[in-house]
């Protein structure tokens, strides 16, 4: 039996980084897919479907012996999807809608072994404490915020402007590692076995 991938369907280097944390050996793949949302789409419906995309779309490019990881990250708040500001005028806004309120991470995350997808997703809620316009415009400036979903990272500086978390503190980072690790181990993937250096970690054909 040859040893087993885990392939990661996404460039982000957070989510490399929480599975790096887990101790797993992780190739990553970048995989482009159609990011729109479809109308009348929930947002948990559009991260699962994102999510979904991603694992399928990475599959198509590789062996029924590797493992997927893919994953999509929104924030929400009244019902309003903010993605990756796109200038500063665009982040200064989302900010302005975060600040001293609660809003719900949602990261859709689908894993697929063999010929098999399973998707969830995490919702966690995240209260910001009132966030003042000369921090926000420094914020910008450090940027950390270009690249993140709903303008900030909480494992940055981002992480400064909240007060409470309700959920999984990963989950919001990118990668839900709870329910990620219970999904593939319900595929039979015994990632205990992969944290050992591979060894055990490589049977295909129970995957299947």
Same mark, same amino acid.
């Given at each position: ?94 900010? $302005? *809608?975060?600040?001293?309120? =609660?809003?719900?991470? @949602? %990261? !859709?995350?689908? +894993? ?61 980072? $990118? *990668?839900?590692?709870?329910? =990620?690790?219970?999904? @593939? %181990? !319900?595929?039979? +993937? ?19």
């Amino acid at each position: 039996m040859s040893e087993a991938r885990i392939v990661l369907a996404s460039a982000s280097p957070r989510r490399k980084a929480l599975l790096d944390q887990l101790g797993l050996q992780v190739e990553v793949m970048a995989v482009e897919i159609e990011e729109a949302v479809r109308s009348e789409e929930t947002p948990s419906d559009y991260v699962a479907r994102l999510a979904d995309d991603k694992a399928r779309a990475a599959r198509a490019r590789l062996t029924d012996d590797c493992v997927v990881i893919a994953a999509d990250t929104v924030v929400v708040i009244d019902d309003v999807i903010l993605g990756k500001p796109a200038d500063r005028d665009a982040f200064i806004e989302m900010l $302005g *809608l975060l600040s001293g309120r =609660t809003h719900a991470v @949602l %990261t !859709g995350v689908s +894993v697929s072994v063999g010929g098999r997808v399973r998707t969830a997703v995490s919702r966690t809620s995240v209260r910001f404490r009132n966030i003042a316009l000369h921090e926000m415009e420094a914020y910008w400036e450090s940027g950390e915020p270009k690249d993140k979903a709903g303008g900030y990272g909480i494992q940055g500086v981002g992480g400064i402007f909240v007060e409470r978390l309700e959920g999984s503190y990963s989950g919001v980072v $990118g *990668l839900p590692l709870a329910e =990620t690790e219970q999904m @593939l %181990t !319900g595929l039979g +993937v015994d990632l205990w076995k992969c944290r050992e250096g591979g060894a055990g970690c490589e049977d295909g054909a129970d995957w299947r």
